[in-house]
Protein backbone atom coordinates (compact mmCIF):
# COMPACT_ATOMS: atom_id res chain seq x y z
CA UNK A 1 0.00 0.00 0.00
CA UNK A 2 1.20 3.25 -0.80
CA UNK A 3 1.95 6.19 1.50
CA UNK A 4 -1.07 8.48 1.71
CA UNK A 5 -2.00 11.78 2.94
CA UNK A 6 -4.45 11.13 5.45
CA UNK A 7 -8.10 13.46 4.90
CA UNK A 8 -7.11 15.77 7.59
CA UNK A 9 -11.02 16.40 9.02
CA UNK A 10 -14.35 15.26 7.67
CA UNK A 11 -15.48 11.58 7.21
CA UNK A 12 -13.85 8.24 7.73
CA UNK A 13 -12.49 6.27 4.67
CA UNK A 14 -12.74 2.66 4.34
CA UNK A 15 -8.88 2.08 4.71
CA UNK A 16 -8.99 1.11 0.95
CA UNK A 17 -6.96 3.14 -1.25
CA UNK A 18 -6.58 2.20 -5.16
CA UNK A 19 -4.07 3.35 -7.86
CA UNK A 20 -1.99 5.32 -5.24
CA UNK A 21 -4.51 7.91 -4.11
CA UNK A 22 -8.31 6.74 -4.91
CA UNK A 23 -9.91 6.36 -1.23
CA UNK A 24 -13.71 5.11 -0.58
CA UNK A 25 -15.33 7.45 2.20
CA UNK A 26 -17.07 5.06 4.71
CA UNK A 27 -20.57 7.17 5.40
CA UNK A 28 -22.17 4.68 8.03
CA UNK A 29 -26.08 5.48 8.15
CA UNK A 30 -26.77 7.21 11.31
CA UNK A 31 -28.00 4.99 14.82
CA UNK A 32 -31.41 7.16 14.62
CA UNK A 33 -32.06 5.38 11.31
CA UNK A 34 -30.85 2.06 12.10
CA UNK A 35 -32.59 1.68 15.36
CA UNK A 36 -35.77 2.88 13.30
CA UNK A 37 -35.37 0.47 10.59
CA UNK A 38 -34.98 -2.12 12.99
CA UNK A 39 -38.29 -0.82 14.57
CA UNK A 40 -40.29 -1.48 11.28
CA UNK A 41 -39.41 -4.95 11.44
CA UNK A 42 -40.34 -5.77 14.76
CA UNK A 43 -44.06 -3.85 13.64
CA UNK A 44 -44.03 -6.01 11.18
CA UNK A 45 -43.85 -9.17 13.08
CA UNK A 46 -46.62 -7.73 16.14
CA UNK A 47 -48.33 -6.77 12.69
CA UNK A 48 -48.33 -10.05 11.43
CA UNK A 49 -49.49 -11.73 14.81
CA UNK A 50 -52.33 -9.18 15.24
CA UNK A 51 -53.86 -9.14 11.93
CA UNK A 52 -54.99 -12.08 9.40
CA UNK A 53 -52.04 -12.32 7.06
CA UNK A 54 -49.48 -14.91 6.84
CA UNK A 55 -50.47 -18.08 4.86
CA UNK A 56 -49.35 -21.40 6.95
CA UNK A 57 -51.08 -24.85 5.93
CA UNK A 58 -54.25 -25.06 5.19
CA UNK A 59 -55.14 -21.38 5.79
CA UNK A 60 -53.58 -18.26 7.22
CA UNK A 61 -52.61 -16.55 10.45
CA UNK A 62 -56.48 -14.84 11.06
CA UNK A 63 -55.18 -12.83 13.97
CA UNK A 64 -55.73 -12.45 17.51
CA UNK A 65 -59.28 -9.91 17.14
CA UNK A 66 -62.81 -10.96 16.37
CA UNK A 67 -65.88 -8.97 15.28
CA UNK A 68 -69.40 -9.27 15.46
CA UNK A 69 -71.85 -8.17 12.65
CA UNK A 70 -75.86 -9.30 12.25
CA UNK A 71 -75.74 -11.58 8.78
CA UNK A 72 -79.05 -11.50 6.56
CA UNK A 73 -80.88 -13.69 8.68
CA UNK A 74 -81.04 -11.07 11.57
CA UNK A 75 -78.65 -13.09 13.68
CA UNK A 76 -75.18 -12.29 15.29
CA UNK A 77 -72.22 -14.22 13.94
CA UNK A 78 -68.47 -13.63 14.67
CA UNK A 79 -65.76 -14.15 12.77
CA UNK A 80 -61.99 -12.72 12.51
CA UNK A 81 -61.22 -9.08 12.24
CA UNK A 82 -61.03 -8.44 8.59
CA UNK A 83 -61.82 -5.13 6.88
CA UNK A 84 -64.92 -6.90 4.75
CA UNK A 85 -66.61 -7.77 8.68
CA UNK A 86 -65.51 -4.39 9.66
CA UNK A 87 -67.26 -2.52 6.88
CA UNK A 88 -70.50 -4.90 7.27
CA UNK A 89 -70.67 -3.70 10.66
CA UNK A 90 -70.39 -0.06 9.85
CA UNK A 91 -72.86 0.20 6.97
CA UNK A 92 -74.90 -1.72 9.83
CA UNK A 93 -74.18 0.75 12.54
CA UNK A 94 -74.44 3.45 9.84
CA UNK A 95 -77.63 2.34 9.12
CA UNK A 96 -78.72 2.34 12.82
CA UNK A 97 -77.74 5.81 13.30
CA UNK A 98 -79.31 6.80 9.50
CA UNK A 99 -82.60 4.80 10.53
CA UNK A 100 -84.35 7.31 11.52
CA UNK A 101 -83.83 9.46 8.85
CA UNK A 102 -84.40 7.03 6.47
CA UNK A 103 -87.39 5.22 8.53
CA UNK A 104 -89.15 8.91 7.83
CA UNK A 105 -88.30 9.11 4.51
CA UNK A 106 -88.99 5.97 3.53
CA UNK A 107 -92.75 5.66 5.02
CA UNK A 108 -94.15 9.32 3.91
CA UNK A 109 -95.05 10.41 0.78
CA UNK A 110 -92.96 12.80 -0.77
CA UNK A 111 -95.35 15.64 -0.83
CA UNK A 112 -95.78 15.86 3.22
CA UNK A 113 -91.22 15.12 2.67
CA UNK A 114 -90.71 18.37 1.36
CA UNK A 115 -93.11 20.28 4.17
CA UNK A 116 -90.52 19.08 7.14
CA UNK A 117 -88.09 21.58 6.89
CA UNK A 118 -85.65 19.30 8.78
CA UNK A 119 -85.97 15.96 6.64
CA UNK A 120 -85.48 18.12 3.50
CA UNK A 121 -81.89 19.52 5.31
CA UNK A 122 -81.15 16.25 5.14
CA UNK A 123 -82.14 15.20 1.74
CA UNK A 124 -80.52 18.48 0.67
CA UNK A 125 -77.19 17.15 1.48
CA UNK A 126 -77.15 13.45 0.90
CA UNK A 127 -79.43 14.13 -2.36
CA UNK A 128 -76.06 16.78 -3.36
CA UNK A 129 -73.30 13.99 -2.61
CA UNK A 130 -75.99 11.57 -4.53
CA UNK A 131 -76.54 13.76 -7.50
CA UNK A 132 -72.75 14.59 -7.71
CA UNK A 133 -71.43 11.05 -7.53
CA UNK A 134 -73.89 9.69 -10.46
CA UNK A 135 -75.86 12.12 -12.24
CA UNK A 136 -73.26 15.25 -12.52
CA UNK A 137 -71.28 13.90 -15.53
CA UNK A 138 -74.28 13.83 -17.46
CA UNK A 139 -76.64 16.78 -15.94
CA UNK A 140 -73.71 18.84 -14.60
CA UNK A 141 -72.76 20.07 -11.08
CA UNK A 142 -76.41 22.10 -10.55
CA UNK A 143 -78.69 19.74 -12.33
CA UNK A 144 -78.28 22.69 -15.60
CA UNK A 145 -77.86 20.12 -18.14
CA UNK A 146 -76.19 20.46 -21.55
CA UNK A 147 -78.37 20.96 -24.52
CA UNK A 148 -78.28 19.08 -27.52
CA UNK A 149 -77.44 15.89 -24.77
CA UNK A 150 -78.22 15.97 -21.38
CA UNK A 151 -81.97 17.57 -20.29
CA UNK A 152 -81.95 20.42 -18.04
CA UNK A 153 -83.74 19.28 -14.85
CA UNK A 154 -83.68 22.93 -13.05
CA UNK A 155 -86.31 24.13 -15.28
CA UNK A 156 -89.85 23.24 -15.03
CA UNK A 157 -90.16 21.36 -18.50
CA UNK A 158 -90.15 18.16 -18.16
CA UNK A 159 -89.83 15.47 -21.06
CA UNK A 160 -91.37 12.56 -18.76
CA UNK A 161 -92.71 14.44 -16.29
CA UNK A 162 -92.29 16.60 -13.35
CA UNK A 163 -94.55 15.18 -10.58
CA UNK A 164 -92.88 12.69 -8.26
CA UNK A 165 -93.96 9.74 -9.22
CA UNK A 166 -92.94 10.47 -13.04
CA UNK A 167 -89.74 11.47 -11.86
CA UNK A 168 -89.22 8.19 -9.75
CA UNK A 169 -89.77 6.11 -12.72
CA UNK A 170 -87.21 8.28 -14.86
CA UNK A 171 -84.33 7.42 -12.49
CA UNK A 172 -85.83 3.91 -11.43
CA UNK A 173 -86.00 2.68 -15.06
CA UNK A 174 -84.12 5.20 -17.01
CA UNK A 175 -85.33 6.45 -20.06
CA UNK A 176 -84.52 6.03 -24.01
CA UNK A 177 -86.53 8.74 -25.60
CA UNK A 178 -87.03 7.78 -29.42
CA UNK A 179 -87.34 9.72 -32.68
CA UNK A 180 -87.02 8.33 -35.97
CA UNK A 181 -85.31 9.60 -38.51
CA UNK A 182 -86.87 11.78 -41.50
CA UNK A 183 -84.26 11.92 -44.20
CA UNK A 184 -85.51 9.45 -46.19
CA UNK A 185 -89.48 10.07 -46.19
CA UNK A 186 -89.94 13.15 -46.50
CA UNK A 187 -88.02 15.75 -49.20
CA UNK A 188 -85.77 18.35 -48.06
CA UNK A 189 -88.39 21.08 -48.90
CA UNK A 190 -90.54 19.20 -46.71
CA UNK A 191 -88.44 19.16 -43.73
CA UNK A 192 -87.60 22.75 -44.02
CA UNK A 193 -91.42 23.42 -44.06
CA UNK A 194 -91.55 21.32 -41.06
CA UNK A 195 -89.02 23.30 -39.21
CA UNK A 196 -90.40 26.40 -39.89
CA UNK A 197 -93.72 25.78 -38.19
CA UNK A 198 -91.91 23.95 -35.13
CA UNK A 199 -90.31 27.74 -34.58
CA UNK A 200 -93.65 28.82 -34.95
CA UNK A 201 -94.94 26.95 -32.33
CA UNK A 202 -92.68 28.54 -29.83
CA UNK A 203 -92.87 32.32 -31.04
CA UNK A 204 -89.39 31.79 -33.04
CA UNK A 205 -88.96 33.94 -35.92
CA UNK A 206 -89.80 31.90 -39.06
CA UNK A 207 -91.08 32.20 -42.29
CA UNK A 208 -95.13 32.28 -42.33
CA UNK A 209 -95.90 30.99 -45.51
CA UNK A 210 -93.24 27.94 -45.21
CA UNK A 211 -94.79 27.48 -41.83
CA UNK A 212 -98.25 26.96 -43.18
CA UNK A 213 -96.88 24.37 -45.29
CA UNK A 214 -95.20 22.92 -42.27
CA UNK A 215 -98.43 23.24 -40.72
CA UNK A 216 -100.23 21.12 -42.76
CA UNK A 217 -97.72 18.64 -43.34
CA UNK A 218 -97.38 18.09 -39.33
CA UNK A 219 -100.81 17.04 -38.81
CA UNK A 220 -100.81 15.23 -42.05
CA UNK A 221 -100.08 11.41 -42.30
CA UNK A 222 -97.17 11.73 -44.66
CA UNK A 223 -94.92 13.05 -41.48
CA UNK A 224 -97.16 11.79 -39.11
CA UNK A 225 -95.23 14.69 -36.72
CA UNK A 226 -98.49 14.83 -34.32
CA UNK A 227 -99.14 11.22 -33.44
CA UNK A 228 -96.07 11.67 -30.92
CA UNK A 229 -95.83 15.30 -30.23
CA UNK A 230 -99.85 15.32 -30.00
CA UNK A 231 -102.23 17.83 -32.43
CA UNK A 232 -101.05 21.05 -29.85
CA UNK A 233 -97.57 19.79 -30.36
CA UNK A 234 -96.92 20.04 -26.84
CA UNK A 235 -95.64 15.70 -26.29
CA UNK A 236 -96.43 13.42 -24.25
CA UNK A 237 -94.88 12.74 -21.19
CA UNK A 238 -95.58 9.03 -21.48
CA UNK A 239 -93.41 8.44 -24.62
CA UNK A 240 -91.15 11.45 -23.64
CA UNK A 241 -91.66 13.30 -27.30
CA UNK A 242 -90.62 17.28 -26.32
CA UNK A 243 -92.95 20.01 -25.76
CA UNK A 244 -92.58 21.74 -29.17
CA UNK A 245 -94.47 24.67 -28.04
CA UNK A 246 -92.33 26.19 -25.69
CA UNK A 247 -89.27 27.91 -25.58
CA UNK A 248 -87.44 25.13 -23.75
CA UNK A 249 -85.16 23.07 -26.33
CA UNK A 250 -83.11 20.02 -25.74
CA UNK A 251 -81.70 18.13 -28.93
CA UNK A 252 -81.31 21.43 -31.39
CA UNK A 253 -80.38 24.61 -30.26
CA UNK A 254 -82.39 26.96 -30.86
CA UNK A 255 -81.31 29.23 -28.27
CA UNK A 256 -77.48 29.29 -29.65
CA UNK A 257 -78.09 29.88 -33.42
CA UNK A 258 -78.00 33.46 -34.32
CA UNK A 259 -80.27 33.96 -36.91
CA UNK A 260 -83.03 32.50 -39.09
CA UNK A 261 -80.72 30.01 -41.37
CA UNK A 262 -79.27 28.70 -38.20
CA UNK A 263 -82.58 28.19 -36.33
CA UNK A 264 -83.94 26.20 -39.09
CA UNK A 265 -80.60 24.57 -39.37
CA UNK A 266 -80.93 23.52 -36.02
CA UNK A 267 -84.45 22.03 -36.15
CA UNK A 268 -83.68 20.46 -39.48
CA UNK A 269 -80.99 18.46 -38.50
CA UNK A 270 -83.19 16.50 -35.48
CA UNK A 271 -85.77 16.36 -38.13
CA UNK A 272 -83.64 14.82 -40.41
CA UNK A 273 -81.09 12.34 -37.92
CA UNK A 274 -84.29 11.51 -35.75
CA UNK A 275 -83.11 11.27 -31.93
CA UNK A 276 -82.05 8.06 -30.39
CA UNK A 277 -79.20 9.54 -28.09
CA UNK A 278 -81.53 10.29 -25.21
CA UNK A 279 -80.08 7.37 -23.23
CA UNK A 280 -80.64 8.04 -19.44
CA UNK A 281 -79.59 5.27 -17.64
CA UNK A 282 -81.93 2.78 -15.53
CA UNK A 283 -80.65 2.89 -11.19
CA UNK A 284 -82.60 0.70 -10.09
CA UNK A 285 -80.29 -1.82 -8.61
CA UNK A 286 -77.22 0.19 -8.48
CA UNK A 287 -78.75 2.78 -5.87
CA UNK A 288 -80.98 1.77 -2.94
CA UNK A 289 -84.99 2.34 -3.26
CA UNK A 290 -84.15 4.89 -0.25
CA UNK A 291 -81.76 6.67 -2.39
CA UNK A 292 -83.58 7.18 -5.13
CA UNK A 293 -86.24 8.49 -3.38
CA UNK A 294 -83.92 10.88 -1.97
CA UNK A 295 -82.96 12.07 -5.19
CA UNK A 296 -86.53 11.92 -6.49
CA UNK A 297 -87.35 14.68 -3.89
CA UNK A 298 -83.83 16.78 -4.70
CA UNK A 299 -84.65 16.96 -8.49
CA UNK A 300 -87.91 17.60 -7.68
CA UNK A 301 -86.88 20.79 -5.81
CA UNK A 302 -84.21 21.60 -8.23
CA UNK A 303 -86.43 23.32 -10.16
CA UNK A 304 -90.02 23.27 -11.12
CA UNK A 305 -91.15 19.95 -9.23
CA UNK A 306 -94.66 19.61 -10.18
CA UNK B 1 -28.40 -3.84 19.42
CA UNK B 2 -25.92 -6.60 21.22
CA UNK B 3 -23.47 -7.64 18.52
CA UNK B 4 -21.74 -4.85 15.72
CA UNK B 5 -22.17 -5.42 12.61
CA UNK B 6 -20.10 -3.40 10.12
CA UNK B 7 -21.57 -3.13 6.41
CA UNK B 8 -17.69 -3.45 5.52
CA UNK B 9 -18.18 -6.79 6.18
CA UNK B 10 -20.60 -7.79 3.57
CA UNK B 11 -18.74 -5.41 0.98
CA UNK B 12 -15.74 -6.70 0.75
CA UNK B 13 -16.59 -10.32 0.84
CA UNK B 14 -18.10 -11.66 -2.54
CA UNK B 15 -19.61 -14.78 -0.88
CA UNK B 16 -20.92 -13.33 2.06
CA UNK B 17 -22.56 -11.24 -0.23
CA UNK B 18 -24.21 -13.29 -2.67
CA UNK B 19 -25.56 -15.28 0.50
CA UNK B 20 -27.36 -12.26 1.88
CA UNK B 21 -28.77 -10.96 -1.47
CA UNK B 22 -29.95 -14.37 -2.05
CA UNK B 23 -32.30 -14.06 1.28
CA UNK B 24 -33.20 -10.57 1.00
CA UNK B 25 -34.79 -11.74 -2.30
CA UNK B 26 -36.22 -14.86 -1.12
CA UNK B 27 -37.87 -13.42 1.72
CA UNK B 28 -39.43 -11.10 -0.53
CA UNK B 29 -40.33 -13.04 -3.55
CA UNK B 30 -42.08 -15.78 -0.13
CA UNK B 31 -43.60 -12.75 0.84
CA UNK B 32 -45.21 -12.46 -2.51
CA UNK B 33 -45.68 -15.99 -4.19
CA UNK B 34 -46.68 -18.00 -0.99
CA UNK B 35 -49.92 -16.38 -0.90
CA UNK B 36 -51.08 -17.55 -3.94
CA UNK B 37 -50.65 -21.09 -2.90
CA UNK B 38 -53.68 -20.37 -1.33
CA UNK B 39 -55.90 -18.91 -4.08
CA UNK B 40 -58.44 -21.43 -3.39
CA UNK B 41 -59.50 -19.89 -0.04
CA UNK B 42 -59.25 -16.46 -0.99
CA UNK B 43 -60.85 -16.41 -4.35
CA UNK B 44 -64.70 -16.04 -3.41
CA UNK B 45 -67.27 -18.64 -4.80
CA UNK B 46 -69.69 -16.37 -7.04
CA UNK B 47 -71.35 -16.98 -10.17
CA UNK B 48 -70.90 -14.88 -13.49
CA UNK B 49 -67.55 -13.87 -13.68
CA UNK B 50 -66.87 -15.03 -17.54
CA UNK B 51 -63.80 -13.94 -19.81
CA UNK B 52 -64.00 -11.21 -21.86
CA UNK B 53 -65.64 -11.06 -25.61
CA UNK B 54 -63.41 -10.50 -27.90
CA UNK B 55 -64.18 -7.35 -28.67
CA UNK B 56 -64.05 -6.18 -25.05
CA UNK B 57 -60.44 -7.62 -24.81
CA UNK B 58 -59.85 -5.67 -27.52
CA UNK B 59 -61.17 -2.89 -25.43
CA UNK B 60 -59.12 -3.64 -22.68
CA UNK B 61 -56.30 -4.05 -24.52
CA UNK B 62 -56.68 0.20 -25.81
CA UNK B 63 -57.36 0.54 -22.15
CA UNK B 64 -53.90 -0.38 -20.90
CA UNK B 65 -52.28 0.87 -24.63
CA UNK B 66 -53.46 4.42 -23.87
CA UNK B 67 -52.17 4.02 -20.16
CA UNK B 68 -55.78 4.91 -18.54
CA UNK B 69 -54.47 3.00 -15.68
CA UNK B 70 -52.38 5.95 -14.84
CA UNK B 71 -54.38 7.46 -13.52
CA UNK B 72 -57.63 4.98 -12.63
CA UNK B 73 -57.81 2.11 -10.33
CA UNK B 74 -59.94 -0.67 -10.66
CA UNK B 75 -60.84 -1.45 -7.09
CA UNK B 76 -63.02 -0.53 -4.78
CA UNK B 77 -61.73 -1.45 -1.87
CA UNK B 78 -63.93 -2.49 1.20
CA UNK B 79 -64.58 0.80 2.76
CA UNK B 80 -67.53 2.69 3.85
CA UNK B 81 -67.03 5.88 1.52
CA UNK B 82 -65.61 3.99 -1.29
CA UNK B 83 -69.00 1.89 -1.00
CA UNK B 84 -71.11 4.72 -1.02
CA UNK B 85 -69.46 6.35 -3.98
CA UNK B 86 -68.62 3.65 -6.33
CA UNK B 87 -70.79 0.93 -5.27
CA UNK B 88 -69.86 -2.97 -3.90
CA UNK B 89 -66.11 -3.42 -2.95
CA UNK B 90 -64.13 -5.22 -5.68
CA UNK B 91 -63.99 -8.86 -4.98
CA UNK B 92 -60.96 -11.14 -5.85
CA UNK B 93 -62.59 -13.76 -8.36
CA UNK B 94 -63.38 -10.36 -10.00
CA UNK B 95 -59.91 -10.05 -11.72
CA UNK B 96 -60.02 -13.94 -12.37
CA UNK B 97 -59.46 -13.51 -15.59
CA UNK B 98 -57.51 -9.82 -15.60
CA UNK B 99 -54.32 -10.06 -17.08
CA UNK B 100 -52.76 -7.93 -16.12
CA UNK B 101 -54.95 -7.02 -13.54
CA UNK B 102 -55.75 -3.22 -13.71
CA UNK B 103 -56.21 -2.94 -9.49
CA UNK B 104 -53.89 0.38 -9.30
CA UNK B 105 -53.20 2.74 -6.57
CA UNK B 106 -53.40 5.86 -8.45
CA UNK B 107 -56.64 7.76 -8.24
CA UNK B 108 -56.07 11.12 -10.27
CA UNK B 109 -59.91 10.32 -11.98
CA UNK B 110 -62.19 8.29 -9.98
CA UNK B 111 -62.14 3.87 -9.97
CA UNK B 112 -63.24 2.57 -12.44
CA UNK B 113 -64.44 -0.65 -11.42
CA UNK B 114 -68.04 -0.92 -10.98
CA UNK B 115 -68.50 1.54 -14.14
CA UNK B 116 -70.44 -0.58 -16.28
CA UNK B 117 -74.26 0.92 -16.98
CA UNK B 118 -73.14 3.87 -15.04
CA UNK B 119 -73.18 6.04 -18.44
CA UNK B 120 -74.78 5.97 -21.84
CA UNK B 121 -72.40 5.05 -24.48
CA UNK B 122 -72.98 8.38 -26.15
CA UNK B 123 -71.75 9.59 -23.19
CA UNK B 124 -68.72 7.62 -23.23
CA UNK B 125 -67.59 8.52 -26.60
CA UNK B 126 -68.00 12.08 -25.91
CA UNK B 127 -66.32 12.13 -22.54
CA UNK B 128 -63.50 10.52 -23.95
CA UNK B 129 -62.96 12.77 -27.39
CA UNK B 130 -63.31 15.69 -24.78
CA UNK B 131 -63.73 15.05 -21.37
CA UNK B 132 -64.04 18.78 -20.58
CA UNK B 133 -67.04 19.10 -22.79
CA UNK B 134 -69.18 17.26 -20.04
CA UNK B 135 -67.36 17.77 -17.45
CA UNK B 136 -65.38 21.15 -17.19
CA UNK B 137 -63.25 20.77 -14.24
CA UNK B 138 -61.63 17.76 -15.77
CA UNK B 139 -58.27 17.23 -16.26
CA UNK B 140 -58.01 14.25 -18.16
CA UNK B 141 -56.52 14.14 -21.66
CA UNK B 142 -58.62 13.92 -24.88
CA UNK B 143 -58.49 11.03 -26.58
CA UNK B 144 -60.24 11.94 -30.21
CA UNK B 145 -58.09 9.47 -32.46
CA UNK B 146 -59.75 6.57 -30.82
CA UNK B 147 -62.80 7.93 -32.85
CA UNK B 148 -60.55 7.76 -36.04
CA UNK B 149 -58.67 4.67 -35.51
CA UNK B 150 -59.91 1.66 -37.10
CA UNK B 151 -59.83 -1.31 -34.96
CA UNK B 152 -57.21 -3.77 -35.80
CA UNK B 153 -58.51 -7.13 -34.82
CA UNK B 154 -56.31 -8.78 -37.20
CA UNK B 155 -54.66 -10.80 -34.11
CA UNK B 156 -57.27 -10.97 -31.81
CA UNK B 157 -57.27 -14.81 -32.16
CA UNK B 158 -53.54 -14.94 -31.19
CA UNK B 159 -54.13 -12.42 -28.17
CA UNK B 160 -56.59 -15.17 -26.95
CA UNK B 161 -54.53 -17.81 -27.32
CA UNK B 162 -51.85 -16.16 -25.25
CA UNK B 163 -54.22 -15.82 -22.76
CA UNK B 164 -55.32 -19.05 -22.80
CA UNK B 165 -51.82 -20.55 -22.46
CA UNK B 166 -52.11 -18.49 -18.61
CA UNK B 167 -55.59 -19.87 -17.79
CA UNK B 168 -58.31 -17.68 -19.20
CA UNK B 169 -60.62 -20.48 -20.44
CA UNK B 170 -61.27 -19.43 -24.57
CA UNK B 171 -61.81 -22.51 -26.28
CA UNK B 172 -59.78 -24.36 -29.53
CA UNK B 173 -61.51 -27.02 -29.87
CA UNK B 174 -64.64 -28.55 -29.40
CA UNK B 175 -64.31 -30.50 -25.71
CA UNK B 176 -63.07 -27.08 -24.62
CA UNK B 177 -66.11 -25.55 -26.29
CA UNK B 178 -68.68 -27.59 -24.97
CA UNK B 179 -66.98 -26.79 -21.52
CA UNK B 180 -67.70 -23.35 -22.14
CA UNK B 181 -71.13 -23.96 -23.12
CA UNK B 182 -71.65 -25.71 -19.68
CA UNK B 183 -69.39 -23.38 -17.60
CA UNK B 184 -70.97 -19.52 -19.65
CA UNK B 185 -73.87 -20.99 -21.46
CA UNK B 186 -74.41 -21.44 -24.91
CA UNK B 187 -74.25 -17.73 -26.54
CA UNK B 188 -71.36 -17.15 -24.69
CA UNK B 189 -69.41 -19.54 -25.14
CA UNK B 190 -69.39 -19.00 -29.02
CA UNK B 191 -68.11 -15.34 -28.29
CA UNK B 192 -65.37 -17.33 -26.21
CA UNK B 193 -64.35 -19.70 -29.07
CA UNK B 194 -61.37 -18.72 -30.85
CA UNK B 195 -61.60 -19.99 -34.21
CA UNK B 196 -65.13 -17.58 -34.31
CA UNK B 197 -63.37 -14.64 -32.42
CA UNK B 198 -63.56 -12.60 -35.63
CA UNK B 199 -66.64 -13.48 -36.58
CA UNK B 200 -68.12 -12.87 -33.35
CA UNK B 201 -66.23 -8.96 -32.40
CA UNK B 202 -67.59 -7.93 -35.63
CA UNK B 203 -70.92 -9.20 -34.64
CA UNK B 204 -70.90 -7.63 -31.16
CA UNK B 205 -70.14 -4.10 -32.76
CA UNK B 206 -72.80 -4.32 -34.76
CA UNK B 207 -75.52 -5.42 -31.80
CA UNK B 208 -74.06 -2.85 -29.78
CA UNK B 209 -72.91 0.24 -32.43
CA UNK B 210 -71.10 1.57 -29.59
CA UNK B 211 -69.75 4.59 -30.82
CA UNK B 212 -72.92 5.75 -32.85
CA UNK B 213 -70.93 5.16 -36.04
CA UNK B 214 -71.98 2.10 -38.00
CA UNK B 215 -69.68 2.94 -41.01
CA UNK B 216 -66.76 1.25 -39.84
CA UNK B 217 -65.32 -0.37 -36.20
CA UNK B 218 -63.49 1.84 -34.66
CA UNK B 219 -60.97 1.57 -31.17
CA UNK B 220 -64.00 3.48 -29.61
CA UNK B 221 -66.22 0.11 -30.03
CA UNK B 222 -63.73 -1.97 -28.28
CA UNK B 223 -62.89 0.49 -25.37
CA UNK B 224 -66.49 1.42 -25.06
CA UNK B 225 -67.38 -2.47 -24.91
CA UNK B 226 -64.74 -2.62 -22.61
CA UNK B 227 -66.14 -0.01 -19.66
CA UNK B 228 -69.61 -0.61 -19.96
CA UNK B 229 -68.93 -4.16 -18.84
CA UNK B 230 -66.84 -3.33 -16.15
CA UNK B 231 -68.02 -4.59 -12.88
CA UNK B 232 -71.72 -5.97 -14.02
CA UNK B 233 -70.75 -9.82 -13.95
CA UNK B 234 -71.68 -10.83 -10.37
CA UNK B 235 -75.28 -9.78 -9.20
CA UNK B 236 -74.53 -9.11 -5.62
CA UNK B 237 -78.51 -8.61 -4.78
CA UNK B 238 -78.10 -12.82 -4.73
CA UNK B 239 -75.21 -12.49 -2.48
CA UNK B 240 -75.43 -12.75 1.11
CA UNK B 241 -72.54 -10.35 2.37
CA UNK B 242 -71.55 -12.28 4.95
CA UNK B 243 -70.61 -15.13 2.58
CA UNK B 244 -67.77 -12.58 1.32
CA UNK B 245 -66.94 -11.93 4.85
CA UNK B 246 -65.97 -15.92 5.49
CA UNK B 247 -62.89 -14.94 2.36
CA UNK B 248 -60.77 -12.78 4.13
Known sequence: ????????????????????????????????????????????????????SWPIGQGFLTGVNTITYTNSQGQEETWHWNTRAKLLREMQEAAVQQRPWYERISQMPPEQIVKDPELMGFVRSAGRALFTDNCAGCHQAGGSGKIGHYPNLTDDDWIYGGTFDQIRETIMQGRNGYMPPFAEALSRAQIDALAHYVLSMSGEPHDPAQATEGKALFHSHTAACYYCHGADGK??????????????????????????????????QVILGGVNRGN??????????????????????????? | MMFKFKHEALETNTGLLLVATM????????????????IEDTTEKVEGVRPYTPLEQMGRDIYIREGCYTCHSQMVRPFRDEQLRYGHYSLAVESKYDHPFQWGSKRTGPDLARLGGKYSNEWHVQHLIAPRSVVPESVMPNYPWLMENRLDYADIGQRMRALRAVGVPYSINEEE???????????????????NARESLLAQVRAGNYDGDPSFVSEMDALVAYLQVLGTMVDFSKIKPETLVKFR
Open chain 2, 23 to 38: MAISIGGLVEIAPLFL
Open chain 1, 280 to 306: MPSWEGRLSPEQIKVLTVYVHQLGGGQ
Open chain 2, 177 to 195: YARNVKDFGPEMAAQLHIP
Open chain 1, 235 to 268: GRQDIGSANLTDRIWLWADVPGAPDLPAKVAQVR
Open chain 1, 1 to 52: MAEVQEIPKGPQTTGHVWDGDLQEYNNPLPQWWIYGFYVTILFALVYWVVYP
